[in-house]
């Protein structure tokens, strides 16, 4: 019997809220451990270029930029027949016409906001349309500071919106550093660190 598959959309309406980041690190931290892939709807495609500039000897995920409902269902369709066991949806960052069909695809939905008031007053939309798939959800913070005012009242206030908040990602500029070259945090640091003492050494030449 083949495994499940299982679709985790990550999906928010705000823009900056750190959507692409935790799609990007969620798939490279299934990747190695088992079959995964990842689709691109965001027109942006900046998942796609991020895994693209991956060096070729690490494990990784497979990549799949996907502009239109019929692309993502033919993606969809041959992950589940091929064996992978996890699909992660890097979503539109905003509302259109395929947004409800794909939240609907998803086993999970994890919505990203930062702990700011911007952040905040603009959920309520994302929070309608997830509700409205009837799929397992929660919020994932982002750029979670927990020594700030901000971090301390922020579960009070998204706990109106009837979806737990079941991770975080911590405020490392690692995870921006690992852009330009393919990298996760961890390895955007120890990697941006042996660029640096390179240049020291050269320049000590």
């Known amino acids: 019997m083949a495994e499940k598959c299982t679709v985790i959309c990550v999906f928010s309406n705000k823009g900056g809220s750190g959507k692409t980041t935790i799609a990007v690190h969620l798939a490279l931290a299934y990747a190695q451990l088992t079959k995964t892939a990842l689709l691109d709807v965001d027109p942006q495609g900046t998942a796609t270029e991020w895994l693209r500039r991956r060096p070729p000897e690490l494990k990784n995920p497979l990549a799949v930029p996907c502009h239109g409902r019929d692309a993502v269902e033919r993606a969809l369709n ?56 009837k799929r397992k959800a929660g919020f994932i913070l982002n750029a979670f500071r927990p020594q700030l005012v901000e971090a301390k009242e922020i579960a009070p206030l998204l706990a109106k919106h009837s979806l737990p908040i079941i991770g975080f990602l911590g405020d490392r500029i690692a995870y921006s550093r690992g852009l330009p070259v393919g990298l996760g945090g961890p390895r955007a640091w120890r990697s941006a660190g042996r660029r640096r003492g390179d240049e020291a050494g050269q320049e000590g030449h």
């Open 78 to 133: 041959l992950a589940r027949s091929e064996g992978f066991a996890f699909v992660i949806i890097d979503m539109p960052p905003h509302a259109t016409a395929q947004i409800a069909w794909l939240l609907q695809e998803a086993d999970l939905i994890l919505v990203p906001t930062r702990p700011s008031a911007p952040d905040l007053v603009t959920i309520q939309q994302t929070v309608d349309l997830v509700h409205a798939a």
